[in-house]
C-alpha cells in the first residue's frame, strides 16, 4: 500500500513537471534600468544555433538607439524596390553591431544574410503568378509576399515551432495528473507517455532543429476583446511597397530576422512591444479585425 503510494507521488510529480516544463525553459526578455544604465536584448529569429544578447546601454545612447529606428522607418518610406531597401537592412545591422546588438555568436555577415532573406530562398516558388490564381484570396491588397520587413509595433506575439507543441503537452500532462488524483493510475500511463514525447519534442525543436520550419508573429491580440495592434510595419516584396501605420490586425509568417523586445513585461509567449526587421515569406495584415466563422 505505501509502494502504491509513493508510486502515485511519483506520477503525479512527473505530470507537473512536464506540465511546467515550457517555463522553465522560457526565456525571459527585459530591460531594467540600473545606476542610469537600461538593459538591452536582442534575439535572432527564424534560425536556430545563437543565443540572445543583452547589453547595458546608457540613457543616451538608448536615445540614439530610439532615434535610429525613427530614422530607420523613414529611409524605409522613402524606397520603392527591394533592391533599394536591401542596403538599408545591411546598414541596420551595422548600426546595431556598434551597440553589442547582434545575438551571440553572430557574425555582421550573417546578421545581414538573415535579415535580407538569405536563409529563404530555397523556399520561394518559381512561379507566384500561378499560386496567385489558385489562391487569390492569399494574395490580396492586405497581403506582401517574400518581403522584406520591419516593424515597431506594441501587441505583439512572436511563436517559434516548438511552442507549437507546448499547449498539448500540457493539457496531456495536466489531464494525467488528475487521473492520477482519482486513482486512475493505469489510465494515466498512456497520457504520461505522450506528455513526455510531446516534451522531448518540445526539446528538440526548441534548442537543435536547425531550419526555420514556423516562426510566425502575430500582430494584435485576437482573444476576446480583441484588441489591434499599434504602430508601424513597412514591407517591400513581390507585391511592391506595402506599409500600415496607425492599430491593425496582420499575420507574419516564415520570420527570419532580429528583434529587440522594447517593454520590461515583454515573455517569450506574451503579446509586447517589440521592434524586429529582416524577411518574411507572407504579410498579410488589415485595419479591420478577423472574423471567424
Not at 508510486?7 to 540600473?34: E, Q
Not at 529606428?69 to 537592412?89: C, S
Not at 490580396?140 to 518581403?147: E, H, P, W, Y
Not at 507585391?239 to 527570419?256: A, C, L, R
Request: aromatic share 14%; with cysteine.
Amino acid at each position: 500500500m505505501r509502494l502504491k503510494k509513493i508510486l502515485a507521488l511519483g506520477i503525479i510529480f512527473l505530470f507537473i513537471g512536464v506540465a511546467v516544463a515550457p517555463s522553465i525553459n522560457s526565456t525571459v526578455v527585459k530591460a531594467s534600468n540600473d545606476n542610469d544604465l537600461v538593459e538591452v536584448t536582442s534575439q535572432a529569429c527564424g534560425i536556430q544555433g545563437f543565443g540572445n544578447t543583452t547589453v547595458k546601454l546608457t540613457k543616451q545612447q538608448y536615445q540614439n538607439l530610439e532615434q535610429y529606428l525613427v530614422d530607420f522607418r523613414a529611409r524605409l518610406n522613402q524606397t520603392t524596390t527591394r533592391e533599394e531597401a536591401v542596403p538599408i537592412f545591411k546598414e541596420a545591422v551595422v548600426e546595431l553591431n556598434k551597440y553589442g546588438l547582434l545575438p551571440k555568436g553572430m557574425s555582421v555577415e550573417e546578421a545581414e544574410k538573415l535579415v535580407t532573406g538569405g536563409y529563404l530562398n530555397k523556399m520561394i516558388p518559381k512561379n507566384i503568378k500561378s499560386l496567385e490564381k489558385k489562391f487569390p484570396s492569399v494574395f490580396s491588397n492586405n497581403s506582401n509576399f517574400f518581403c522584406l520587413i520591419g516593424g515597431n509595433t506594441n501587441n505583439t506575439m512572436f511563436i517559434g515551432p516548438s511552442y507549437l507543441l507546448m499547449y498539448p503537452m500540457m493539457a496531456l500532462g495536466g489531464f494525467g495528473a488528475l487521473l492520477v488524483l482519482l486513482g486512475k493510475i493505469i489510465l494515466a500511463i498512456p497520457f504520461g507517455v505522450l506528455a513526455v514525447l510531446f516534451e522531448f519534442l518540445f526539446l528538440f525543436f526548441h534548442s537543435s532543429f536547425p531550419i526555420p520550419m514556423i516562426n510566425y508573429i502575430e500582430l494584435g491580440d485576437r482573444r476576446e476583446p480583441k484588441s489591434p495592434d499599434e504602430g508601424w510595419v513597412n514591407s517591400i516584396g513581390k507585391f511592391g511597397k506595402k506599409n500600415w501605420s496607425g492599430e491593425f490586425y496582420g499575420d507574419i509568417y516564415f520570420f527570419s530576422g532580429l528583434r529587440i523586445p522594447l517593454n520590461p513585461e515583454d515573455w517569450w509567449m506574451d503579446h509586447g512591444k517589440y521592434f524586429y526587421l529582416g524577411s518574411a515569406l507572407w504579410a498579410n495584415i488589415s485595419y479591420e479585425p478577423p472574423q471567424y466563422k
